[in-house]
């Protein structure tokens, strides 16, 4: 059975988006191509406002995030976590052979500014990693704030992943000066697995230049060299980058600060759906994402049996992540999904919560 998927990630694929993948193939090295990449890197620079240019990366988000730090962490990485996905990345560095350590919040509280700057005021380290929207918890950490403090830290190459939150929330990287700013687009950007979008500053390009051991798949002086014939080191997935122009085009036309606004509407509403439920809300109040919202079980709902019914029924639910699975359920609001859609959904859990409670 094809069920509607309201997980966070991949989330629901609309049908205009699978039939712009369904445009016919072109050659990665041809003029039809070249210019298909420049228009897809004008918009993320758009979206992103980066003056620098976005790369396309034919991998998931991780890529992106080993690439980084192999590219930057010349000395010793602090890494920031404050679920399943940050902590992942500290392991990530230490298997590429770097040094690295680990700052950790609590699961459900965000990273703080005061947390990142008494990390870096010794001057141990050269980079620092931070995910702004923590996927697993639905906890998103104050970028501005964070980008504020490292300001005092120019040395320190600034990496954040924004796999869940790109495209649902501004995000200036030239304002914030981020050194890299990453995304997967199977979550806010509504598309399938497999790409991965990421800029990168003049100052993290200099810096990659001199990095030893950094690979070539994801080597920063490669993408930018090939960036600049409007192409990619290796084969694209020239798929998905037809779907990416489509829906940026979308993005465009619906207007940012209508999208922005959209899923602020719908984040408000599942919250107030969950505490209409008598669930509670697991991230901090004040770090709540806006593209998923992660509810806390209330003590009497069988949320594996709840899961199996609206299978039935022909949707996909996610009953938690990780430590914290059935403990708590994560209800996604984002890309393509509109008010109609968590209407729909609230709707079903309403008939069939009464079937898995005690």
């Not at 991949?10 to 049908?15: F, G, K, Q, T, W």
């Not at 919040?105 to 703080?112: C, D, I, K, L, R």
């Not at 192409?231 to 940026?248: D, E, F, G, K, M």
Request: aromatic letters at 8%; a negative charge.
């Amino acid at each position: 059975m094809t069920k509607k998927l309201y997980i966070p990630g991949p989330v629901e694929v609309s049908a205009d988006v699978l039939e712009a993948m369904a445009t016919p193939m072109i050659g990665h090295r041809t003029k039809d191509y070249a210019e298909l990449h420049r228009s897809v890197s004008e918009g993320l620079q758009k979206l992103l406002n980066s003056s620098e240019p976005v790369f396309l990366s034919t991998s998931s988000a991780f890529g992106v995030m080993e690439g980084a730090v192999r590219n930057l962490v010349q000395k010793r990485c602090a890494c920031f976590a404050n679920g399943a996905f940050s902590k992942k990345w500290h392991d990530v560095a230490q298997r590429c052979g770097l040094e690295a350590d680990l700052f950790s919040a609590e699961w459900g509280q965000p990273v703080t500014a005061e947390m990142v700057d008494q990390a870096l005021a010794g001057g141990k380290y050269d980079a620092m990693t931070v995910v702004h929207n923590e996927t697993s918890t639905g906890v998103m950490s104050p970028l501005e704030d964070i980008a504020e403090v490292m300001k005092k830290y120019p040395e320190v190459s600034f990496i954040v992943d924004t796999v869940s939150s790109m495209s649902a929330v501004p995000i200036d990287v030239t304002a914030l000066e981020v050194d890299v700013c990453l995304a997967g687009v199977q979550k806010a950007f509504g598309l399938p697995p497999g790409l991965a979008v990421f800029s990168v500053s003049r100052r993290a390009l200099d810096k990659a230049r001199t990095t030893p051991g950094r690979g070539y798949y994801f080597d920063f002086e490669e993408f930018e060299k090939n960036a600049e014939k409007h192409n990619t080191p290796s084969t694209p997935c020239i798929s998905q980058i037809y779907a990416l122009q489509h829906q940026l085009r979308k993005m465009f036309a619906e207007g940012l600060e209508n999208r922005y606004a959209r899923h602020r509407q719908m984040a408000e509403a599942t919250q107030a759906w969950l505490m209409g439920q008598g669930f509670g809300l697991y991230a901090a109040e004040g770090a709540r994402s806006m593209t998923l919202t992660t509810g806390v079980n209330d003590g009497r709902t069988d949320l594996e049996q709840l899961k199996k019914l609206a299978g039935e029924r022909g949707y996909a639910m996610d009953n938690g992540y990780g430590k914290i699975k059935n403990q708590t359920f994560r209800i996604p609001h984002m890309a393509d999904f509109t008010m109609a859609d968590m209407t729909e959904y609230f709707t079903l859990l309403e008939e069939l919560l009464p079937q898995v409670r005690k």
